[in-house]
C-alpha cells in the first residue's frame, strides 16, 4: 500500500471539510424549509390546542371531583348543566348575591344613561 504523501493528505483533507461545508448547507436549508413549515402551517394552533388540553384538564378534575358517580356526562350539553348546576348548589348564596350586585349595577347605569338622555333631550 502506498503512504499518504503530504500533497494527497492535503487534497484529502480539502475535499473533507468541502463536503462537510456542502453538507452544513444542505441541512441547514432543510432545517429552515421545516421550521418555516411550523411556523406556518403549527404556530396558529399552538395557542388553540393548549386551551382546549388546559379545558380538558379542568374538565377531567371537575368530573373527577363532583361527578365521579354520574353517567351523563358524555354530552357536552349535559356536562356544562350538570357543572352549572353543582356550582349553584355549592355556592348558591355567593352566586345569588354575585347576580344581585350585578343587576344593582346595571340598573344604576341605566338610570344614569336614562337622565344624561333627559338632560339632552331638555336642551332642545
Known amino acids: 500500500m502506498e503512504e499518504l504523501t503530504e500533497e494527497v493528505a492535503k487534497a484529502c483533507e480539502e475535499e473533507g471539510e468541502r463536503l462537510i461545508?456542502?453538507?452544513k448547507l444542505n441541512i441547514k436549508?432543510?432545517?429552515e424549509q421545516i421550521l418555516d413549515g411550523v411556523y406556518v402551517d403549527l404556530m396558529p394552533h399552538i395557542l388553540s390546542d393548549a386551551?382546549?388540553?388546559?379545558r380538558n384538564v379542568l374538565r377531567h378534575e371537575l368530573e373527577r371531583?363532583?361527578?365521579s358517580s354520574t353517567k351523563w356526562?358524555?354530552?357536552e350539553e349535559l356536562?356544562?348543566?350538570g357543572v352549572r348546576k353543582a356550582l349553584y348548589k355549592e355556592y348558591s348564596k355567593e352566586l345569588t348575591d354575585a347576580r344581585v350586585k350585578d343587576l344593582e349595577e346595571t340598573?344604576?347605569?341605566l338610570k344614569e344613561d336614562l337622565t344624561r338622555a333627559r338632560n339632552l333631550f331638555n336642551r332642545y
Open 51 to 54: 386551551w382546549l388540553n388546559y
Open 79 to 81: 356536562w356544562a348543566k
Open 65 to 67: 371531583e363532583y361527578f
Open 29 to 31: 436549508k432543510s432545517i
Open 21 to 23: 461545508e456542502s453538507f
Open 73 to 75: 356526562i358524555k354530552s
Open 107 to 109: 340598573i344604576k347605569v
